[in-house]
């Protein structure tokens, strides 16, 4: 292959997942870049909404081979507390990230795998895909979602209360993000707030955190991997993480949901029992979908869009790794904490591969 410039990996994605993969191939002594759209350090932690704060403790919020400081005066780290760790994170452990740079496709070619970007190509004998989900928001299909004349906005879109100071708000979504929303908005006192869900609220005991899920999650993972039967896994403790401003909302009353509305008018919607509420706006905290538009062109999805892994490495390309997407490539590998052992064990698997 010529033309570009060649390397033994290229991990795209320089949030969380990605850094944690440089850190063990770094320590394996592997050649690598890391090529990241953001133009500065942080991943999609830059753009969440301003009251976000972790489910756990810095020193339970840590990329391997360095702990999270305490942020004064908290218990859980705000979104500013990460994202200065992760740029501090990227700077000592002296990763090679190309902030800025955008990645079209992947391609195969002969024993090594290109790597097209708005910046010149690469090639390599192996990838790591760690892009994440930020960027892919999912939006149902609620009949009358074209009609509506008001602001539609999605989890990604949202910053504060104060952009909607006097208006009626309807939150669509019953996990964390929906309820940490609701709650935001519902405490600011001058926003008139909705919560509409499928299902009743399930609150995780309030005395759990992001200690206990990601236990819970790598128990599960390990019976499942040993052929044992399946633990139940965190959903089976419940949905929502009542943290302090869920609590406070929750606790006095501010945050009541209603079964999901039917449909979508031209200025509110329609519940079940057809009655209607007039809204402003609405907030799709419905969740993501991972960001693999990028390996289209390996031709990699099954009949139902999945990828097919073993562990972290894609079945049908033995030199493709995935990251941070969820379960599917490693318990709690979407957190902090959890991305350490699937990134572990992706690292050492090219390794053998480089080596072999």
Same mark, same amino acid.
């Given at each position: ?5 060649h390397?033994?990996?290229?991990? !795209?994605? &320089?949030g969380q997942?990605?850094l944690a993969?440089g850190?063990?191939?770094r320590?394996?002594?592997v050649?690598?870049?890391i ?7 942080g &991943?999609?932690?830059?753009?969440t909404?301003?009251?976000?704060h972790?489910?756990?403790p810095a020193?339970?919020s ?17 979104a500013?507390?990460?994202?200065d ?9 002296d ?8 990645v ?5 070619g002969g /024993? ?5 970007t708005?910046?010149?190509?690469w %090639?390599?004998?192996?990838?790591i895909s760690?892009?994440g989900?930020? %960027?892919r928001?999912?939006?149902?299909? #609620?009949p009358?979602?074209? +009609?509506f004349?008001?602001r539609?906005?999605h ?6 209360p104060?952009d ?5 708000v309807?939150? #669509?979504?019953?996990g964390?993000?929906g309820?940490?929303i609701a709650a935001?908005l519902?405490l600011?006192g *001058? ?6 869900i499928?299902r009743?609220?399930r609150?995780?005991?309030?005395? !759990?955190?992001g200690r206990?899920?990601?236990? #819970? ?7 499942l991997?040993?052929g ?13 993480v009542?943290?302090?401003p869920?609590?406070?909302?929750? *606790?006095?009353?501010l ?10 008018t031209?200025?509110?919607v329609?519940w079940p029992? &057809?009655s209607?509420d007039?809204?402003?706006? +609405?907030?799709?905290?419905t ?7 990028h390996?289209a ?10 990828i097919?892994?073993?562990g972290?490495?894609?079945v ?7 990251l941070g997407?969820? /379960? ?9 904490i959890? +991305? ?9 698997d !090219?390794?053998?591969?480089?080596? %072999?």
């Amino acid at each position: 292959m010529t033309g570009g410039q060649h390397t033994q990996v290229v991990v !795209i994605g &320089g949030g969380q997942s990605g850094l944690a993969a440089g850190y063990h191939l770094r320590r394996l002594g592997v050649d690598f870049v890391i090529l990241d759209a953001q133009s500065t350090p942080g &991943g999609a932690w830059q753009h969440t909404w301003d009251s976000l704060h972790l489910f756990s403790p810095a020193a339970y919020s840590s990329l391997p081979g360095r702990l999270m400081p305490a942020q004064p005066g908290e218990e859980y780290p705000d979104a500013g507390h990460v994202v200065d760790y992760l740029a501090d994170y990227e700077k000592r452990s002296d990763l090679p990230v190309q902030h800025g740079v955008h990645v079209n496709a992947v391609h195969r070619g002969g /024993d090594r795998l290109r790597v097209e970007t708005d910046a010149g190509n690469w %090639s390599a004998r192996a990838l790591i895909s760690a892009t994440g989900t930020w %960027s892919r928001p999912f939006l149902p299909a #609620v009949p009358g979602r074209g +009609v509506f004349t008001g602001r539609q906005l999605h989890t990604v879109d949202y910053r504060c209360p104060a952009d909607f100071a006097g208006q009626r708000v309807i939150v #669509v979504g019953g996990g964390n993000s929906g309820a940490q929303i609701a709650a935001d908005l519902a405490l600011a006192g *001058d926003v008139k707030v909705t919560w509409a869900i499928q299902r009743p609220p399930r609150f995780l005991a309030d005395d !759990i955190d992001g200690r206990v899920l990601f236990d #819970v999650a790598t128990a599960r993972r390990r019976a499942l991997d040993t052929g044992h039967g399946d633990t139940g896994g965190v959903a089976s403790l419940g949905d929502i993480v009542a943290v302090p401003p869920v609590r406070a909302a929750r *606790d006095t009353g501010l945050l009541n949901a209603k079964p999901m509305f039917t449909r979508l008018t031209t200025n509110g919607v329609q519940w079940p029992d &057809g009655s209607r509420d007039e809204a402003d706006a +609405v907030i799709w905290c419905t969740g993501f979908r991972p960001a693999l538009a990028h390996l289209a062109p390996l031709g990699l999805r099954g009949p139902r869009g999945h990828i097919p892994t073993a562990g972290t490495r894609a079945v049908a390309e033995p030199r493709l790794h995935f990251l941070g997407y969820g /379960d599917w490539t490693g318990p709690a590998s979407a957190t902090l904490i959890g +991305v350490g052992r699937p990134a572990r064990d992706a690292a050492r698997d !090219i390794a053998q591969l480089l080596s %072999s």
